[in-house]
Structures are given as C-alpha cells and as structure tokens.
C-alpha cells in the first residue's frame, strides 16, 4: 500500500494517474452558504494540469445549480475520484483540493468531448468549472515501484 501527495495532477505517481485516467466520474464537493459539505457526481476530464467539469443538458431545478452558487460563494473545492473493486487489493483514490471558478456557457472544453462519447450527439452547453489544483492526495493499494502492479483491467 502506498500514498502520498503532490501540489500538481501530473505530478502523481502511476497508480494514483491510473485511477484517474480510468475513472468515468469523480465527485465534487463544495461547501454550501452555512459550511455544509455539497457532494455531488461529475463528469470531468484533464486540461493543462486542472481539472473540467462541464454542467450538461441532464433536468436540472430550472435555478442556478447549488454547486456553482457554492462556487461563488466559497472557490474553495475537493474533487474525488476512487477505485473500487471487490478484490481490495485494487482499491484507490485520488483527491484534489483546489480552487475552483466558473466559465461561462459556451463550447465545452475538447478534453470532456473526447473523454466521453455521450457528448458527440449532444455537447454540454452550460457552465464549465475550472478546478485548479493546490494539492492532490492519493491512496492505493497498488505500490507504485512495484513492478508487477498494472493498471486497472477494463
């Protein structure tokens, strides 16, 4: 077992990129107007060393998502992506605590296009959240000298 942390995504040791490569969602928490946790799941993907997260055309309330409120109010953000497998020698995880800002809508960022084929047929159109790494923790069960660790099989 081994863990560690880096100020940097790209820093992180290969197990630890592993589990964020492979993951096909993370979750996001941010902290509500009266210092309550707000943890929800994304969809994102790696651009430059921070992490995207487009807000898509899923219903939604019909009022600004409580995330982005969040965001406004307190940039302050964790993102957390894990590995799970019943076999636990395979566990994992990855969190990045950032700072997070808001684009406005427009064209979603090439990475989440590419990441996910659900979005050729209808690309998100709201907001994109631009969370920039302070630092990034990880876990994993998988040493990352070891040279008979792997990545995760499909």
Excluded at 10 to 34: H, K, N, S, V, Y
Excluded at 42 to 49: H, I, N, Q, S, T
Excluded at 116 to 140: D, K, T
Aim: proline share 11%.
């Amino acid at each position: 077992m081994a863990g560690g942390s880096s100020e940097r995504i790209e820093d992180l040791p290969i197990p630890a990129r592993w589990i964020i490569d492979e993951a096909r969602r993370a979750f996001l928490t941010t902290i509500g107007p009266e210092g309550n946790p707000h943890t929800v799941p994304v969809c994102f993907a790696l651009r430059a060393g921070d992490v995207v997260i487009a807000i898509d055309h899923k219903p939604k309330s019909g009022r600004r998502l409580q995330r982005l409120r969040n965001i406004e109010d307190n940039p302050a953000v964790a993102l957390t992506v894990d590995r799970w497998d019943e076999d636990w020698t395979r566990l994992g995880w990855v969190m990045v605590q950032g700072v997070a800002t808001v684009e406005a809508p427009g064209r979603p960022p090439e990475e989440l296009l590419a990441r996910y084929s659900q979005y050729s047929h209808r690309p998100p159109s709201g907001e994109v959240i631009v969370v920039r790494p302070r630092r990034a923790l990880w876990w994993s069960s998988t040493c990352p000298h070891d040279p008979t660790s792997h990545p995760p099989s499909g």
